[in-house]
């Protein structure tokens, strides 16, 4: 049997428990339905020694400051997860887990979310499931006759893992150099860290508080008509957290130019030097898990739905929410998603009451 709600939100990660946190405050009908099987959406599968980049106070969702982790200044994933189960029940919110959203299709003048555990109908819907299902692995020659191991940051959780092994870890943000510094700064692990361009470390003396006012403040520009400021991308690339600065300050982050190829043993360089390699940690970003949506056949360029704010430009009645600056300044970050969030819901409340 079909059940029924004004508002289906797909994704009970942060930014559908921000939406959910909203849309309750303006007493509108809603659910949450979660592929997890447990809060705390994709902070429950990250690596171990994984960090915010901010302080807890900095890294909240609306209404509920986040508690400070004790001797940590910034939270691990762990504490994340704890903090964002903690609020799906501080405000019982009516989140569904295990029920995954297979295709949000028009029915009428509603929408059919089909999950695996069941169909609902909605007058409107709040996409917010988010990138981490959908890691992105560029493609590279040779990269069907390497015999090691190849993995995204998705599957990377621990040093232990590659004990006595060398590792070539490809990518210059911040999980490209979260992820060297932590195989180098553990000793038995021979690293080599590949990226596209110099690696950029911002300031020490930055974290996510900055570049949080610095993306809101682009996007303030923008919306005026003013010059793009060039937002966080003009700072840096990556955000010189404790052991990422511990690892450069060591001398144990050193980037090399790409490699052009994947040999059966390893890579090879543009100067025809090879190195051996056991395995390869791929961080190389995440696309817009968004193949929920695609029966309503809004894709646009590099695979995202344009957007008005967070609305979608050619169905009104869809919010999508947290994939990013083009759903919202920061709205990918925990601190960042609660205005594009409250936007949202008030749009959606005016819209169920006309």
Known sequence: MTQRADVVVVGGGQ?????????????????????????????????????????????????????????????????????????????ELPVQHGAQAQAVRRDGGRFRVETEAGDWSARAVVSATGTWSRPFLPAVPGQDVFTGRRLHTVAYRRPA??????VVVVGGGNSGAQIAADLALAGDVTVTWATQRPPRFLPDDIDGRTLFDVATARRRALDAGRSDTGGVASLGDIVAVPPVRAARDAGLLHAKPMF????????????GSRSDADAIIWCTGFRPALAHLAPLGLRGPRGHIPTAGTRAVAEPRLHLLGYGDWTGPASATL????????????????????
């Open 260 to 271: 052009t190829r994947l040999t059966a043993t390893g890579v090879q360089w543009a100067d």
């Open 161 to 166: 893992d590659f004990a006595g092994q060398r």
């Open 15 to 91: 930014s559908g428990l921000a939406a959910g946190y909203h849309l309750r405050r303006l007493g509108v009908d809603f659910v949450v339905l979660d592929a997890q099987s447990a809060p705390g959406g994709a902070w429950q599968h990250t690596w171990d020694s994984l960090r915010l980049f901010s302080p807890a106070a900095h890294s909240s969702l609306p209404g509920r400051l986040m508690p400070a982790q004790q001797g940590e200044t910034y939270p691990d994933a762990g504490h994340v997860v704890d903090y964002l189960s903690d609020y799906e029940k501080r405000y």
């Open 335 to 354: 601190i960042g998603v609660g205005r594009p969030a409250r936007d949202a819901a008030r749009d959606i409340a005016q819209q169920l009451s006309s």
